[in-house]
């Protein structure tokens, strides 16, 4: 199946609908190929330009997910409308997929309490489930090879990690050298609302492309890594579109 992606400030988004990208994942998982999954969002861009190992986990993700609303706005200055695929959303479809081919996952990541909440609800909802490995996402520089040593002896197919960006993809950039068969993708705090402890804002604020309006006023320390992120990306986008245009002419 051919590719299509296109650049937003140097790197490449994959341009599909969720049921596309699930099936870039069940192939992925079938003929064991192995891929990392970034769900892309501004303040990722911004760490690319910023953080070297970030830059070339970003040129080298097999799937790049269009997550944050400032990426589908990106595109559609660049004539393309996309929809946006949220991380959190795309991940328990991966989940349930697992549970329905008896794929094995490994969870890493968040406090312990979440984490054990949120093993809990997903075996609730999705009974077959194949949890393999599970551990909390706090840990020294001195238990990372530990870490690292029993999720490849667990041999789970797919690794949810839940650290934050770029942490969650510097390990899995990691561990994909380690397991090469295995689908590895980053999920943020996604842990935090599977356990209920956190909960997601309202419909109506996701499908206004607001989330992050609605997660910043609940949680205020967001404001600084959102502000001044988020303008400023979109500037550069404008500014990146205008001089395609201007040397396309
Ligand atoms: N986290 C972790 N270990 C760390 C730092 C963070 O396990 O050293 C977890 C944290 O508990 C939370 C998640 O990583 O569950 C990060 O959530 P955040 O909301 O910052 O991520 P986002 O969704 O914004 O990428």
Redesign the pocket.
């Known amino acids: 199946m051919e590719q299509k992606r296109e650049k937003v400030l140097g790197y490449e988004i994959d341009l599909l609908n969720s049921v596309q990208a699930l099936e870039r994942v069940k192939n992925s998982l079938d003929d064991k190929s192995g891929m990392q999954i970034v769900t892309i969002n501004p303040e990722m861009i911004k760490q690319g330009h910023t953080i070297d190992a970030m830059n070339s986990i970003l040129n080298s993700a097999e799937l790049v997910i269009p997550d944050g609303v400032g990426i589908k706005i990106a595109l559609k200055l660049k004539g393309i409308n996309q929809e946006r695929i949220a991380g959190i959303e795309f991940a328990k479809k991966i989940i349930s997929m697992c549970a329905n081919s008896g794929y094995k996952i490994a969870l890493f ?3 312990e309490e ?1 984490l054990q909440k949120t093993g809990e609800n997903l075996m609730k909802e999705f009974p077959g489930l194949n949890i393999v490995y599970s551990r ?3 840990f020294s520089k001195s238990e990372e090879q530990q870490i690292k040593e029993d999720i490849k002896n667990s041999v789970p197919d797919v690794v949810f990690t ?4 770029p ?2 993809e510097i390990f899995n950039s990691e561990m994909r050298k380690i397991l090469p068969q295995a689908v590895f993708i980053g ?6 609302v599977w356990s209920g402890v956190v909960q997601r804002a309202p419909v109506f604020w996701q499908k206004t492309g607001l989330e992050w309006l609605y997660r910043t006023v609940k949680e205020p320390q ?1 404001f600084k890594r959102i502000f001044p992120t988020l303008p400023i990306f979109l500037i550069k986008v404008i500014i990146e579109v205008t001089k395609e245009k201007f040397c396309a002419k």
Request: charge should be positive; avoid cysteine.
């Open positions: 990541g968040a406090k979440i909390n996402g706090y839940a650290l934050g960006a942490k969650q999920i943020g705090g996604s842990f935090d967001r």
